[in-house]
Nanobody
């Protein structure tokens, strides 16, 4: 069955770095756009970064600090997060999306906490 498993979350001080990973199985990974979202309590889920075959996009709030990459041979997508701020605290979710034919899969999320 389809699985997206995130890892790498945790507690980090402001200015620190974390690297999130998402391992996919159960679908043809290379045919899907991969995205990282985040959500805090009481707020809507926010798109943080996206990667297609080669094109990447970022939310303005993370540009220059976060980098998304993918390895189609290993079925993984990573999010390198540098210069972390308290406002980056959230649960981060991995998402796989395809328009045609439609497909939309989610991981269970990993907690990132930025605090001194």
């Amino acid at each position: 069955q389809v699985q997206l498993v995130e890892s790498g979350g945790g507690l980090v001080q402001p200015g620190g770095s974390l690297r999130l990973s998402c391992t996919a199985s159960g679908f043809t990974f290379k045919n899907f756009a991969m995205r990282w979202y985040r959500q805090t309590s009481g707020k809507e889920r926010e798109l943080v970064a996206s990667i297609g075959n080669t094109i990447t996009t970022y939310a303005d709030s993370v540009k220059g600090r976060f980098t998304i990459s993918r390895d189609n041979a290993e079925n993984t997508v990573t999010l390198q997060m540098n210069s972390l701020r308290p406002e980056d605290t959230a649960v981060y979710y991995c998402n796989a999306n395809r328009v045609k034919p439609p497909g939309d899969y989610w991981g269970k999320g990993t907690q990132v906490t930025v605090s001194s």
